[in-house]
């Protein structure tokens, strides 16, 4: 089982990461990373395991994030 997330930009915001498409790339990643950093302190898990994919097919730059259900939190829950 998996939980489905989407992170949106708007395309403005998404041009101010970067000055270049490859920094802009990058920049999304680190964000990425970052909310899923957060949401893993947020739930006192131990690690969730995800992938995330960016996609760029749209008016509105997003990232696709699959996230397993089940992780262990601190207290190995």
């Known amino acids: 089982d998996l939980h489905h997330l989407v992170l949106s930009f708007r395309s403005d915001d998404y041009h101010a990461l970067g000055s270049t498409e490859k920094q802009r790339r990058a920049a999304l990643k680190e964000t990425t990373r970052a909310a899923?950093?957060?949401?893993?302190?947020?739930?006192?898990?131990d690690r969730i395991s995800w992938a995330?994919?960016?996609?760029?097919?749209?008016?509105?730059?997003?990232?696709?994030?699959a996230m397993q259900k089940e992780f262990l939190n601190k207290d190995l829950e």
Do not use: D, G
């Open 36 to 45: 899923m950093e957060r949401l893993e302190a947020a739930l006192n898990a």
């Open 52 to 65: 995330a994919s960016v996609h760029l097919n749209t008016e509105n730059p997003h990232v696709h994030i």
